[in-house]
Structures are given as structure tokens and as C-alpha cells.
């Protein structure tokens, strides 16, 4: 990746052997890099930069890297970097206008079962870059997260065509109820759903009370990941 600063060049290797730039360009590992959003979030006089990095095979990958500047090394580093399975970026967005924007985030990773091509069916996450680090932030809007739940709950208990997998909007589902504190409800809306919708016409024969158990195991260990 190659910045710019106060008309000098700085270059950084990309893990690929690869060169490219910040911006919308292809690599040649297959993959590409684009420059997602600028700005001085620290106020300390030097810019950050988010860089998403996606590279397809089998299925895609995205990493999301901020890249800040040593003044003392004079050179760009890695200050964090998130990355889940899928292009699971949405948007980002400076909802609150501080200038430190958000990352509206879709984990395919959320849970081994809960893995799926469709961002729509996907588990929310929002994240902000905060004193270096990414941090998750989801539970501060609790609006968003109601909304992503009723679409979750309407994609899985909806007629749905069969390369569709409605138990994964219904995981996301339960982990959006979590979050707003209303896991009991989702229990039992999850395990009706999944009862009388999605197991009746499961070619594999789901086992709700088992998927349960797997979706709120992810859950419990998302809760407890740093």
C-alpha cells in the first residue's frame, strides 16, 4: 500500500507480496484493496486510514485495517485490524457526527452453522475505532438492533426458496434479543419458529433444542471475547 504525507511516499507490504494502492484497485492475488474513510480521529495532527482488503476463493474474506503514523519510526503501521468471513462490510457511517465513524458489520462467522453467502441473513455488529482498538459498540443502538431482529425474525419465518437458509436469520435473530436483554423471549420465539417453520421443511431435519444450544453457545462466547 502506498500513502502519501507532506508530499512524500511511504509504502507498506500487504502480507501478499503484492503492491497496490490505498484505493479501488486489484491485487494480484485475486483480491483487492480500497480506501473506506479518512480522517484525524485522535486529533494528534496525523490522519488515520481504513483500508478494507478482500480476497475470494472458495469463499471471500475481508480485513479491515486502520493505518496510522509514527512520528517517531516516520512510517505508517497497523494500529488494528478486524476480519470476519465474507464481505461483511454494510457501510460505515459517523452516526453521532463526532468524526469517528461506525462500521455496520455482518458476521458470517458468528457461529459454525450460522454461516451463509447472504449478508441479509447474516448477525449485525457495529463497531468504532476507540483509543487504538476496535471496539464493538452494537448495544448502543438499540434501535438498529430491534429493526435488524424484526427482519430476522420476517426472513425466517417467511416462505422462503430452498438454496435459502431461514435458521441462520433466526440465530441472528436470538443474538440480536440477547443483546437487547430479552434472550427469554427469543428462546421461546426461536423454538417455535423453529418447531413449526423451518424444521417441517429442513431437508437435514434440524434439531431445534441442539441448534439452541449451538446458537447461544456462539453467543456466550462472542459476549466473552475481548
Known amino acids: 500500500i502506498a500513502f502519501e504525507r507532506n508530499g512524500k511516499s511511504y509504502d507498506m507490504p500487504i ?13 494480484s492475488n485475486g483480491g483487492s484493496a480500497r480506501l473506506i474513510w479518512s480522517g484525524d480521529i485522535d486529533k494528534d495532527g496525523e490522519a488515520e486510514y481504513f483500508v478494507s482488503f478482500l480476497s475470494c476463493g472458495a469463499y471471500c474474506d475481508e480485513e479491515i485495517r486502520v493505518y496510522d ?12 485490524q478486524i476480519g470476519t468471513k465474507g464481505p461483511a462490510l454494510v457501510t460505515i457511517d459517523d452516526f453521532n457526527h463526532d468524526g469517528n465513524p461506525e462500521l455496520i458489520l455482518r458476521n458470517y462467522s458468528f457461529c459454525h452453522r450460522c454461516a451463509t453467502a447472504t449478508l441479509a441473513h447474516s448477525a449485525l455488529a457495529i463497531m468504532r475505532f476507540l483509543n487504538g482498538k476496535f471496539r464493538d459498540v452494537t448495544s448502543e443502538y438499540p434501535d438498529r438492533i430491534r429493526t435488524d431482529a ?13 438454496y435459502e437458509a431461514p435458521e441462520i436469520a433466526l440465530a441472528s435473530y436470538l443474538f440480536d434479543k440477547y443483546r437487547l436483554g430479552e434472550i427469554q423471549d427469543g428462546r421461546t420465539t426461536f423454538d417455535r419458529v423453529c418447531l413449526t417453520v423451518i424444521a417441517p421443511t429442513d431437508s437435514q431435519r434440524i434439531d431445534c433444542a441442539k441448534y439452541r444450544m449451538e446458537v447461544e453457545s456462539a453467543i456466550a462466547a462472542f459476549a466473552t471475547s475481548p
Open 15 to 27: 502480507g501478499t507480496g503484492s503492491r497496490i494502492g490505498a484505493s479501488d484497485v486489484s491485487g
Open 69 to 80: 503514523f509514527d512520528t517517531v519510526k516516520e512510517g505508517y503501521f497497523i494500529a488494528d
Open 150 to 162: 424484526d427482519v430476522k425474525l420476517r426472513i425466517a419465518t417467511e416462505p422462503h426458496e430452498p
